[in-house]
T-cell receptor
């Protein structure tokens, strides 16, 4: 039931921006895009979410294309502690559940 | 605020037994969702409880059940355990005051079935 497609893995140099892409071409007009990350064997950690507009918080920025068919999570200055699996999720508004895909395993390299 | 807590953190059971896992949501949160995470299937939604009622259910057999108490704490039960039930069981809570409420996850319970 996952509605998103993400690359299985990515590397990023420490201190550089990490740009994680996500395709959600079948997204409906009232469905939000959420990003979570999971560090090995811990519970997923909320990062950010958005509907149409770009969003920024203390952790990351979320860029959503105008047609809403894809988005990019940006970690502006990646650190070793950002090494994790990042999940892009399209949230069904009518239900309070998330459908997790396979995510992107981000490795930050010293 | 304290985060979502789950007990126990680790559990070992044998096939055929049953198990009960517990989840305490963030104070003030009324919705509790449960997920199963396995290497083969990833993170899968089990069910959601809101105000002591099951509001949503994923595609799992009836051996998986849950309940929610008046203080919003939730338990999930798995009966007649199978080897394939070995997984990380995650609980998430949200205030559920709107359809865009963020879910906050607990650390999970690692269940091993031998």
């Amino acid at each position: 039931d996952a509605k998103t497609t993400q690359p299985p893995s990515m590397d990023c140099a420490e201190g550089r921006a990490a740009n994680l892409p996500c395709n959600h071409s079948t997204i409906s007009g009232n469905e939000y895009v959420y990003w979570y990350r999971q560090i090995h064997s811990q519970g997923p950690q909320y990062i950010i979410h958005g509907l149409k507009n770009n969003e920024t918080n203390e952790m990351a920025s979320l860029i959503i294309t105008e047609d809403r068919k894809s988005s990019t999570l940006i970690l502006p200055h990646a650190t070793l502690r950002d090494t994790a699996v990042y999940y892009c999720i399209v949230r069904v508004v009518s239900g309070n559940q998330f459908y997790f895909g396979t995510g992107t395993s981000l490795t930050v390299i010293p | 605020k304290a985060g979502v807590t789950q007990t126990p953190r680790y559990l070992i059971k044998t096939r055929g037994q049953q198990v009960t896992l517990s989840c305490s949501p963030i104070s003030g949160h009324r919705s509790v969702s449960w997920y199963q995470q396995t290497p083969g299937q990833g993170l899968q939604f089990l069910f959601e409880y809101f105000s002591e009622t099951q509001r949503n259910k994923g595609n799992f057999p009836g051996r998986f059940s849950g309940r929610q108490f008046s203080n919003s704490r939730s338990e999930m039960n798995v009966s007649t355990l199978e080897l394939g039930d070995s997984a990380l069981y995650l609980c998430a809570s949200s205030s559920a005051s709107s359809s865009t409420d963020t879910q906050y996850f607990g650390p999970g319970t690692r269940l091993t079935v031998l």
